[in-house]
């Protein structure tokens, strides 16, 4: 290692006072599916990506919040004038501690040697997937460990029990690596105990999948399938524009940690300023589920269990490359047909456009529209229909 690079990884471990691996409390309803064997685990990555630097002030309070969204949100903003980004990118080495739960399936049928590697999207952390609200209703590890398969699912850096970082620091490249070195562990069994991983399914949602879209890109031999689940690639002549401005605008955003108490995510008073919460339960809604698809005690488990955002990890899926040319497996692109983020709220309208053949010239992606959900698929009224498509899919593709 050069004397530069240590230096610049030293003063690194110095601006960020948290530790690597520092777990922040337990969650209070973190629940092991009942039909796995589960282990929780604290795993140090070590990444080393092309950094983007934020080129704006930090923000203060929710003033600078609300003139970030005007800055984004104009007509010169989809001209160019909103330049987030210093240039160019420096490549940087970083160790991050991640939290994650791997769990077997107690009744076993031959198929839990394939492991699902599970990464959530934003406004939540792991427990997207696990929800111990009504699990068998809404719980994905659940079912795909009643199916066979091995889930190995994690917190994104910066969020939940994984490591904090500045929220004007997170960003795509950064997650997509980290979840290439998850990949690397799950391939050579280190936290998957009693199983070798014969063969691995990358499964996402919303910004998770834009993080597994990028990992592949870079490492297509990592997976074997792909499922990205509240994802599409809007063409430039859809209407949708994908994650673009108008989604911040959806969330109502406002700095997480300056929430009041009843409306703040879990560990409010752990993330920096770059982290923004919905600024209440129905934003949340407006975004994420479909009326009337929905009961309305999921919506309110769901918000009891939201993460914050970092906007320069949103607005950094523009700064990564998706085109993953060798990625040759399997892949299903799906969300609700009523998904507003992603689609402008008519998934069947984005995907016959047909934009995710260019990002997988490799393979042939299969689309699936999910009747009657918005993006937040797991929580809408028949989200075991959606896991049911899912794992037919996997048991088809390997
Ligand atoms: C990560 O890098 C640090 C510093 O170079 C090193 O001490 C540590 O052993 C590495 N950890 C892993 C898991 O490779
Ligand atoms: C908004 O844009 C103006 C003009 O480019 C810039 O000076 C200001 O710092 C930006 N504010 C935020 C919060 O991004
Ligand atoms: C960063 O690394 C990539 C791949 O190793 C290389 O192509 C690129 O030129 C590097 N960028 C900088 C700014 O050094
Ligand atoms: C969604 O788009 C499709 C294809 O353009 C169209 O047939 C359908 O009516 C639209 N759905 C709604 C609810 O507008
Ligand atoms: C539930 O999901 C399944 C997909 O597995 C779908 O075929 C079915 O039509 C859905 N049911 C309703 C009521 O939308």
Not at 212 to 220: E, G, L
Not at 256 to 272: E, G, I, K
């Amino acid at each position: 290692m050069t004397a530069l690079a240590f230096a610049a990884i030293v003063s690194l471990a110095l601006a960020h006072p948290h530790s690597v691996g520092r777990d922040y409390g337990t969650y209070p309803d973190f629940v092991h599916p009942a039909n796995g064997d589960c282990t929780d685990y604290t795993i140090q990555t070590n990444v080393t990506f092309p950094s983007l630097t934020y080129a704006y002030p930090k923000w203060k309070d929710d003033h600078d919040v609300a003139a970030f969204l005007f800055n984004m949100s104009t007509k010169d903003a989809a001209k160019g004038s909103f330049q987030p980004y210093m240039d160019p990118p420096q490549n940087v080495t970083r160790t991050y501690g991640v939290s994650a739960t791997f769990c077997s399936p107690k009744s076993k049928n031959g198929k839990e040697d394939n492991v699902i590697v599970a990464t959530h999207g934003g406004g939540y952390d792991r427990r997207y997937w696990a929800s111990s609200f009504q699990p068998e209703k809404y719980n994905f590890v659940q079912a795909a460990l009643g199916a066979g398969y091995s889930v190995f699912y994690y917190d994104r850096i910066g969020i939940g029990r994984s490591q904090r970082i500045s929220g004007f620091d997170s960003q795509i490249a950064a997650q997509a690596r980290v979840l290439n070195s998850l990949l690397q562990s799950v391939h050579a069994g280190t936290y998957t105990p009693k199983i070798t991983a014969k063969k691995v399914v990358v499964v996402g949602h919303s910004i998770g999948s834009f993080i597994t879209n990028a990992a592949m890109a870079v490492a297509p031999e990592l997976a074997d399938v792909a499922i990205l689940t509240g994802m599409g690639y809007p063409s430039a002549s859809d209407p949708a524009k994908g994650f673009s401005s108008y989604v911040f605008s959806f969330f109502g955003v406002r700095i997480a940690a300056q929430l009041p108490a009843d409306r703040a995510p879990q560990f409010a008073s752990t993330y920096d300023t770059g982290y923004t919460a919905f600024g209440d339960m129905y934003r949340h809604i407006e975004s994420f589920f479909h009326h009337p698809d929905y009961d309305y005690e999921a919506a309110e488990y769901a918000q009891s269990i939201t993460a914050p955002n970092s906007a320069t990890e949103l607005t950094s899926v523009a700064a990564v490359s998706l085109v993953a040319p060798g990625f040759k497996g399997k892949v299903l692109i799906t969300s609700g047909n009523f998904d507003l983020l992603i689609c402008n709220g008519n998934c069947t309208d984005t995907y016959a456009m047909g934009n995710q053949d260019i990002v997988f010239p490799g393979t042939k992606p299969d689309t699936y529209v999910h009747p009657g959900a918005g993006h937040g698929v797991n929580f809408g009224h028949n989200a075991t229909g959606f896991y049911d498509h899912i794992l037919r899919y996997i048991d088809s593709s390997i």
